[in-house]
């Protein structure tokens, strides 16, 4: 799954360079202080800032970490066989639908803020998205030819469609499309395209309205959002061991689908909360590196999988030992490798050349070279 870098993100400087160009739903422009003295100023809790970029929201990184370890669990076996359904799923009872939404609402969240930033920095900066998206698109239709059930090339065909005529839009209608496109999917099928638009809106209004800015400051917010998202859960399961006992079967999957994604609120909330605790050190150990590399993670471990299974022979696609063996391996390695890389460079490998094509300029990778 790709992840916008620009929660953390700030555009190379280079000629393209301009500041003072802000749209008229943007907050204030980006400070010219540098770096250390913004983040001191925000009060941002617990950031990483690097040295070419605004604070990085390490929540974020968080959930993107936990959100790639769920995908591989749920999809290696599909990666496997090389095919995008399983009569019986890898994950079991835990679905393995949980990591879509994440990501999604994740990718809309970095839309939002590359809009901004590109906005105080160029003069025309839907362009830098429009540039972005393509590439993903370029990216997805690639690793399409390894696995079929990739979903960057979905991703980047809804954001076109969506997300970026939807920068033109007051944040109360973003918001409202959300809140409209998200129940419509669950109704009319329980996913897809029309989930991810919605969902990709949300993480947006999410922005415009200064949610995010607040994400690393409040527990209390997302305890109580949790405990909401935890009664809904209960009551979508009562309803759907009803409706199994009497045999109504026409809106079960749309019942479980909600399930599904009152569930993800709660996982999310749930890390969000934990995070505010003595256990963020060990969250952020854990997951930050992944998180931090997601979109180069992702891609490498359908090549990963691809040679497990055909190359070594594992049967991965046929044993389910085999496939959480193997889903282990690949995560412990990634994670080694990320967190060696990120003591020498800014960024993932993927993420540093899907940045330079977004720019057109190349950025700084080595944490040695100044910007």
Known sequence: MPREELPHESPPKGPTGHRGHRLPHDGPAVSPDPPQTAALASGRPQTAVPSSGRPRIIA?????????CEILLANIQLMATGT???????MGDWDPWLGLPIFSLLFGIGFALLLDSAASRVPRPRLVLLRRLGVLLAIGLAHMLLWPGEILTDYAVVGILV????????RWAMA??????IPAALFFGGGGPLLIAGLFLLGAALVRYGVIEQIERSTRGPLLLGLLFAAGLASALWVQAGMRAVGATTYLSSMSSLADLLLVGVYVCGLLVLLRTPLRPVLQFVFAPLGRMALTNYLTATLLVLV??????LPIGQSLTAAYWTAGAILTTQWL?????????RQGPIEWLWRWATWAYRPPLSRARTS
């Open 60 to 68: 974020l990184d968080v959930l993107r970490g936990f959100a790639l």
């Open 84 to 90: 995008s359904a399983l009569v019986v799923q890898p």
């Open 163 to 170: 997300l970026l005529p939807s920068t033109w839009l007051p």
């Open 176 to 181: 409202g499309l959300a809140a409209t496109l």
């Open 308 to 313: 497990a299974s055909h190359l070594l022979g």
């Open 337 to 345: 490798f990320c967190t060696l890389w990120l003591r020498r460079y």
